[in-house]
């Protein structure tokens, strides 16, 4: 027999002025594989079409659906209602500014942090010539790239750390694992020095307070703790290269996990 589930969802619209945050209920009958982005579709469909809440793709391709689903950031249409109590309690991601509802505005943010770390490969070419041929590189190499381009900057990561609760002005795990992305293409011709300007600091490596929520939280499952802590090894090891001996750097560059420059 099929449960009836209980939908307690944040409403508030903070474009109204008579609006006031509150709490509404709302009941659905669940049904085999029903996820939480049907759910919340049949509420805006037979109950209440105002209930704002963001979507695209429902194949969790497209990061929009992000909320904090019974206190932990997660993706509606990724989260099966059967893995969940008959009470499920909804709020918009923290750190975003809201929108309405469970919606939430993850562009603006990330397209200013985008501009921060100045998210594009940086080559020594003065102009693109589509006549040329494709940059090759290893198919390692590119796999490695493509793990770390699988974000799609859903929030969930950035809702769920402490540091950014707390701080406006730190980036993330999602921005980091960006930086990480560029730091081993290739075709990016940074320096560690670059790198270092861009987040070897409080607002990127050093901030993070390593309570990996982040990586707990990440609906595809990235390595985001790895990544940090990667990069902050290489950018701790280039804040003393004028202090150390370069022998001894050499040997700790290459004890244990850390990405090589290609």
């Known amino acids: 027999m099929s449960r009836r589930l209980h939908l307690e969802i944040f409403r508030y619209n903070p474009l109204d002025p008579d609006s006031v945050p509150r709490m509404q209920s709302f009941y659905v009958n669940e049904y085999d594989s029903m996820t939480l982005f049907i759910a919340l579709n049949l509420i805006r469909e037979e109950q209440d079409p105002g209930v704002q809440f963001d979507f695209c793709c429902r194949a969790g391709i497209c990061g929009s659906c992000g909320m904090v689903i019974n206190g932990r950031p997660g993706l509606a249409c990724h989260t099966q209602t059967r893995d969940l109590p008959d009470h499920i309690v909804l709020h918009p991601l923290p750190v975003f500014k809201l929108i309405g509802d469970l919606s939430v505005d993850t562009g603006t943010w990330f397209r200013n942090v985008g501009k921060r770390i100045e998210a594009w490969v940086h080559t020594d070419d003065t102009a693109f010539n589509p006549a040329d041929e494709e940059s090759r590189m290893e198919n390692a190499l590119a796999e490695q790239i493509f793990e ?115």
Do not use: W
């Open 148 to 262: 770390l381009d699988r974000c799609v900057e859903c929030g969930c990561c950035i809702a769920a750390c402490g540091t950014a609760r707390m701080r406006e002005d730190f980036m993330g795990a999602a921005t980091i694992n960006r930086v990480a992305r560029f730091y081993i293409d290739p075709r990016d011709k940074r320096s560690d020095d670059d790198y270092y300007d861009v987040i070897g600091n409080d607002e990127g490596v050093f901030g993070c307070m390593g309570l990996l929520g982040c990586e707990d939280v990440c609906p595809k499952k990235i390595p985001l703790q790895d990544q940090l802590g990667i990069m902050r090894r290489m950018l701790a090891l280039n804040s003393v290269k004028g202090i150390l001996p370069k022998g001894i750097l050499d040997r700790l560059r290459h004890k244990g996990c850390c990405h090589e420059k290609h």
